[in-house]
């Protein structure tokens, strides 16, 4: 069946490199949230989009942090001149209805900056 | 915004056994309460949620509970099983449509 998906699984860099990490959400799917996992930490919100609008930003960290939904499927979170703190586990949820709806995780992509 | 506290954060039992895992939260507009297992490596799965409108809610071993007054909520696993160790996070979803999360539980259940 047709899950969430990301890309990379696995992403090294070094510091001050930029990154581009993809979710290819559920089809049909308005809603799409991305978080970031600590390890041995719950996700944390990062962002989230309604179709292609961006509704809420508030979550990014910094405006190293960037992400867009240009054609309201596929989404990128860009992340720039990275730091150490910002290895993680970025994850990728789509839900099929505006706000209280069931989200559907994508395995995630695992960042780890050197 | 919301602060979401779970406990406790690490929990054993034997195969068969009950296990309880508490939630609370501190947003009163908050009016979604999700949990999600979540195995090594791969992203949360949702296995049981609650609206506000409802005290409790039941799926076969699991079951979820919410006190709205006093703010709090709860995952019940009954007749524990092994392939139920796992980490299990809860979440409380706001007016703004943003998911705060619990700190999460390891669950081990020993055979």
């Known amino acids: 069946g047709a899950g969430v998906s990301q890309s990379p699984r696995y992403k090294v860099a070094k510091r001050g490199q930029d990154v581009a990490l993809r979710c290819d959400p559920i089809s049909g799917h308005v809603s799409l949230f991305w978080y970031q996992q600590a390890l041995g930490q719950g996700p944390e919100f990062l962002t989230y989009f309604q179709n292609e609008a961006q509704l809420d930003k508030s979550g990014l960290p910094s405006d190293r942090f960037f992400a867009e939904r240009p054609e309201g499927s596929v989404s990128t979170l860009k992340i720039q001149r990275t730091q150490q703190e910002d290895s993680a586990v970025y994850l990728c949820?789509?839900?099929?209805?505006?706000?209280?709806?069931?989200?559907?995780f994508g395995p995630g992509t695992r960042l780890t900056v050197l | 915004g919301e602060n979401v506290e779970q406990h406790p954060s690490t929990l054993s039992v034997q195969e068969g056994d009950s296990a309880v895992i508490k939630c609370t939260y501190s947003?009163?507009?908050?009016?979604?309460f999700p949990w999600y297992k979540q195995e090594l490596g791969k992203g949360p799965q949702l296995i049981i949620d609650i609206r506000s409108n409802v005290g409790e809610k039941k799926d076969q071993r699991i079951a979820v509970t919410l006190n709205k007054t006093a703010k709090h909520f709860s995952l019940h696993i009954t007749e524990t099983q092994p392939e139920d160790s796992a980490v299990y996070f809860c979440a409380a979803i706001n007016t703004g449509n943003q998911f705060y999360f619990g700190t999460g539980t390891s669950l081990t259940v020993i055979p």
């Open positions: 949820a789509s839900s099929l209805a505006q706000g209280g709806a069931e989200q559907f």
């Open positions: 947003d009163s507009a908050s009016n979604y």
